[in-house]
C-alpha cells in the first residue's frame, strides 16, 4: 500500500481551518475574558468588602483580572502595564480604574485556594479528555 505524506498518517484527514485558527488567536483574549467573567458571575464573591478603609476594588471583578494575569503568565507589574496600555480590557473585566501593582498582588494573596481551584476546574472542565 503506497503512503501519502510522510510516515503513516494521511495527512487529507489532518487539514486544519486555518482562517479560523486566525480569528480565535485574534480575539483569544476577548474569548477567555468573556468566559471567565460568566463563569466568576455565576459563582458567589471569594469574600465581602469590609467597610472600613479605602473604597474597594470589587471582588469578582478582581477575580477575573487574576484569571487573566495567570492565563497570560504575567507578573503584576505587567498585568498592571496592560490594562493601562489596552484600557477596552478593563473595562471589560468591570474596572472603573486600573488597580496598582501592589493592589494586584493583595488581592491575589487574599483569595482563598480553594476558591481558585473550583475556578479552574469549572474552566477548564470542557477541554479535558472525556468532559
Excluded at 458567589?44 to 472600613?52: C, L, T
Amino acid at each position: 500500500m503506497p503512503k501519502k505524506g510522510r510516515g503513516d498518517r494521511d495527512w487529507q484527514k489532518y487539514e486544519r481551518d486555518w482562517k479560523g485558527y486566525e480569528r480565535y488567536r485574534r480575539d483569544e483574549v476577548n474569548l477567555y475574558l468573556t468566559k471567565a467573567k460568566s463563569l466568576v458571575e455565576s459563582n458567589p464573591p471569594p469574600w465581602i468588602p469590609k467597610k472600613r478603609g479605602q473604597p474597594p476594588y470589587p471582588p469578582k471583578p478582581m477575580v477575573v483580572l487574576l484569571l487573566l494575569k495567570t492565563w497570560l503568565g504575567m507578573d503584576y507589574r505587567s498585568i498592571s502595564a496592560y490594562l493601562r496600555a489596552f484600557p477596552e480590557q478593563r473595562v471589560k473585566i468591570g474596572l472603573a480604574k486600573t488597580p496598582s501593582h501592589s493592589a494586584i498582588r493583595h488581592h491575589m494573596l487574599r483569595l482563598p485556594e480553594a476558591y481558585l481551584r473550583r475556578l479552574n476546574t469549572q474552566l477548564t472542565k470542557p477541554y479535558q479528555k472525556g468532559g
